[in-house]
């Protein structure tokens, strides 16, 4: 299954983002579409702030399912 991305969806890293401090696996939501598979995802702790926002490839992140398909 093929999903798009769209904003305000959970997603997570597929690769290690090192110049950022970001590890494979780490959660962020989508909060805008910056182009053709190129979307600024934020990434925030338990407290609720914000540690990292970056544009990310479709290719860097894994659409995260809550549901059943």
Do not use: C, W
Request: charged fraction near 20%; aromatic fraction near 6%; charge should be negative.
């Amino acid at each position: 299954m093929n999903q798009e991305i769209r904003v305000l969806d959970v997603v997570a890293l597929t690769e290690d983002i090192a110049d950022r401090g970001l590890l494979r696996g780490q959660v962020g939501t989508v909060v805008e579409s910056l182009g053709p598979g190129v979307f600024e995802v934020e990434f925030v702790d338990n407290d609720g702030r914000t540690y990292a926002m970056l544009p990310l490839k479709t290719s860097q992140l894994l659409l995260l399912h809550y549901q059943p398909a």
